[in-house]
């Protein structure tokens, strides 16, 4: 009985504190901005109270734990105070829209990307945006930045940010892209043709703001020297058998298409041709010559690749994947440890309160109550503090407080993923008509009959397409068409009847809220019976209308609704991804591919940031260059085969930025990419100009693409253990992929930690109150 009455003190007394705060504090919530605390909060059972600057304390280490954010900042209410808001969902969120607008300047600053065609020959018309307004914009996001580094640095202090490399990059980018910025405001014009380097520096931005790309970078950074050492072991290789070359193919005075003329005349020429042939792209072009004057002639290129290409360039791919094999778990251990710290903080900090008499005391265990409420002001997934909140509740029934191996349990429940939690509450069917229909509707059957039906629908209408575009008489197309366009139909029909039985079976929300899958399986079907029905009412025919017929025979490019019709209807064939978990082996390759792009943000970051800064450098070092080399080209009349001119890759140039990024992605795809050397070394009338392509080159086959592999290697073996222990396959996060690898840290290791804060000593056991003034 004296249980109950305590128990019920507790809750009476929880919901008078939060009766006032939990309206006026609704808002910010829901908004993602930091709740307010302000009182005092009295324990009338203890007999004690804790300040509200101990209670903001305690929320704001909880709110690192949440977002696994160190601990090492500033303790005083004001500093406390500007951390939150700048740490709280709505900041982070508007920063992320910074980093988007600042990094997607680049296709509207001059030379603006905005025309029908990027081809030189047709002279495109682009349309020019107001210098004054993209300069506003960048100055709002540089603005923006600039507010972002100055909070970080007053929070955590310039000691701690001098140890930080990111940040002090950030403030030295941010300084001097201020300082451009300003300049190319008030001094120079907007038909200024200059060198602008702060384009180049906007990635850095988005770096600092990843903790994942900054160890992705740190990664990399640890494993330089072995990198450059095995692709310097391929450039000697290729700078051996150049040399070779040049003996074994001499040049001929009389034979002016022999192999020593073509490809191996100058030490220059012969070792960009065997370095195009470590990539594959021009064989067996420059083998054909040697190999046609004499049979073991192709020995000299078997050799070299089976050297460089089977040996060597495995042994890089090797190092590569060493570099980053194992970099996510590393990363996921460290991020998990700094929760564990921050947990371990927020109950330190708790621990000391001040009692009736004035006193400060500090004991090993905390009121349930004085959790629940700095848990309310803690910013965080709905989702995991109801959870918490349930667990605190079982706890409340045992004991009034709660001691720090209960609190660092109960607090584990940030680490669970809400996707893979059974939240659904269907409801069990009983055995009348009604639910022995629902039975129908929910059973496997039911989904297997709507996979075929969708392969049939796929299959008629590709016959019907390819009917389409086999027959230019309209007589013919009605006779050949017409069966397949009216079962499609009826296939449209039953797809939309199928989701809506589906949807009463399970229950909208609980059919919705089960899978992604559900919401594209809608989405496709009512897209494509609306459609359907707008067709039917405007043409009053089932088929390609006549109308279309005549525009496509006049040669108009259309994009009918017809088309887009059958392109909705083709989107049916996803539903064949229903038959991949039937194999174990099919669902691990599945879901490492969803994986890695899920969860693959760091390494995605890292490659999209070499990609921009390349591309801006591009358009730095041969804007315009493709336009002097067309004109040039005119006027020579000079046709040779297999040339940039020849062809005719005039679309492809730096003369804005969304044709840098297209020319660079067609380089990366190697081949021809030789091709592209030759242009612009023949455009820019210098050699150097090949430095540029053939670092892009060495960096996308030698780094990029190893990373990705390196990424899908640990994302398999670590799905391949979780199927091994019959666990859940496709996860939407790293920590589930990598549960059964991660080790709780060691309570000495987490003190150690917590013992080397600036700016509270966690090491005093007296009675004196930590300084949170």
């Known amino acids: 009985m004296e249980r109950e009455e305590i128990i019920n003190s507790i809750e009476t007394n929880l919901i008078s504190n939060f009766q006032s705060i939990t309206i006026k504090n609704r808002l910010k919530k829901f908004f993602g901005l930091p709740t307010s605390i302000h009182s005092e909060y009295i324990d009338d059972n203890e007999q004690c109270s804790w300040s509200s600057n101990t209670l903001l304390c305690a929320t704001t280490f909880l709110e690192d734990a949440v977002n696994y954010q160190s601990i090492r900042h500033k303790i005083t209410r004001k500093y406390l105070l500007i951390y939150r808001w700048f740490s709280c969902p709505m900041i982070k969120k508007l920063h992320q829209i910074m980093l988007i607008i600042n990094l997607c300047l680049a296709f509207f600053e001059r030379p603006s990307s905005f025309s029908i065609t990027s081809d030189v020959r047709d002279k495109p018309d682009r349309i020019i945006f107001p210098y004054f307004i993209l300069m506003t914009i960048e100055g709002l996001t540089l603005l923006w930045f600039s507010c972002y580094i100055f909070v970080k640095i007053a929070c955590f202090g310039i000691k701690y940010i001098r140890q930080r490399f990111w940040i002090v990059i950030f403030f030295i980018v941010i300084s001097y892209s201020l300082c451009e910025w300003f300049v190319m405001l008030l001094f120079l014009s907007q038909t200024y043709q200059g060198i602008r380097l702060r384009r180049m520096f906007r990635p850095i931005f988005m770096i600092e703001s990843s903790q994942l790309m900054k160890k992705a970078f740190a990664a990399l950074h640890k494993n330089a020297l072995t990198i450059i050492a095995s692709i310097s072991l391929a450039l000697i290789h290729i700078l051996f058998f150049a040399v070779m070359a040049m003996f074994l193919f001499p040049r001929s005075d009389t034979r002016p298409d022999s192999q020593g003329s073509t490809y191996f005349s100058n030490l220059h020429d012969s070792t960009l041709q065997l370095l195009v042939l470590h990539s594959t792209a021009n064989n067996p072009d420059i083998m054909i010559p040697a190999y046609s004057d004499n049979r073991l002639n192709a020995l000299f290129f078997i050799i070299f690749v089976v050297i460089g290409i089977y040996w060597i360039q495995n042994i890089i791919t090797a190092v590569v994947y060493r570099a980053f094999r194992g970099y996510f778990l590393n990363s996921i251990i460290n991020l998990q440890l700094r929760r564990r710290i921050a947990v371990r903080a927020s109950f330190e900090i708790l621990k000391k309160r001040i009692t009736s008499e004035g006193l400060i005391e500090i004991k090993d265990n905390i009121p349930i109550s004085v959790v629940q409420i700095v848990l309310n002001y803690v910013s965080m997934n709905k989702w995991h503090f109801n959870r ?49 229909f629902k039975a129908i509707c929910r059973s496997k059957a039911f989904d297997f009959i709507g996979t075929i039906f969708a392969i049939l629908s796929v299959l008629f209408v590709t016959i019907e397409v390819s009917d389409h575009h086999l027959n230019t008489n309209y007589n013919d197309i009605v006779t050949y068409t017409l069966p397949m366009a009216i079962i499609n139909l009826c296939f449209i029909f039953y797809f939309v009847l199928e989701i809506v039985l589906k949807a009463w079976a399970f229950g909208t929300v609980n059919f919705f809220r089960s899978s992604s899958m559900h919401i594209l399986e809608a989405i496709v079907a009512f897209t ?75 390494f995605f970051g890292l490659l999209f940031s070499f990609y921009y800064v390349y591309s801006i450098f591009g358009m730095e070092l041969f804007g315009g260059e493709v336009d002097d080399l067309y004109r040039r080209y005119n006027q020579s009349n000079i046709t040779v085969c297999g040339t940039y001119e020849q062809l005719e890759y005039w679309p492809n140039g730096f003369n804005d930025f969304y044709s840098s990024i297209i020319t660079l992605y067609n380089i990366m795809i190697v081949n021809q990419w030789y091709v592209f050397v030759y242009g612009f070394r023949a455009a820019t009338n210098s050699i150097w100009s090949e430095l540029y392509f053939i670092l892009w080159y060495l960096f996308v086959t030698t780094i990029g693409l190893n990373v990705c592999l390196a990424l899908s290697g640990d994302i398999h073996d670590a799905k391949k253990q979780r199927a091994d222990q019959n666990e859940e396959l496709i996860v939407s996060n790293m920590y589930d992929i990598y549960r059964s690898h991660i080790n709780e840290p060691s309570s000495e290791e987490i003190t150690r930690r917590l013992n080397e804060h600036p700016y509270i000593n966690f090491r005093q056991h007296s009675n004196e109150e930590i300084n949170l003034a």
């Not at 349990?409 to 809400?418: E, K, R, S, V, Y």
């Not at 459609?531 to 088929?543: C, D, E, G, N, S």
């Not at 496509?552 to 991949?580: D, G, S």
């Open 528 to 602: 494509c019976f609306f459609l359907q029905i707008i067709y039917l009412a405007i043409h009053r025919t089932l088929i390609v209308s006549l109308i279309y017929v005549e525009m496509i025979k006049k040669e108009k490019t259309i994009f009918p609704l017809w088309a887009a019709i059958k392109v909705c209807n083709m989107l049916f064939i996803y539903r064949l991804i229903r038959f991949l978990p039937a194999s174990k082996n099919i669902r691990i390759i599945v879901g490492t591919i969803l994986d890695e792009f899920r969860n693959g943000g760091a």
């Open 388 to 436: 918490i909140n349930e667990r605190l509740s079982e706890l409340i029934h045992e004991n009034d407080s709660i001691n720090l191996d209960q609190y660092s349990h109960t607090m584990q429940l940030l680490d669970l993923n809400p996707k893979l939690a059974p939240g659904l509450n269907i409801r069990t069917l009983g055995e009348n008509t009604l639910d022995r």
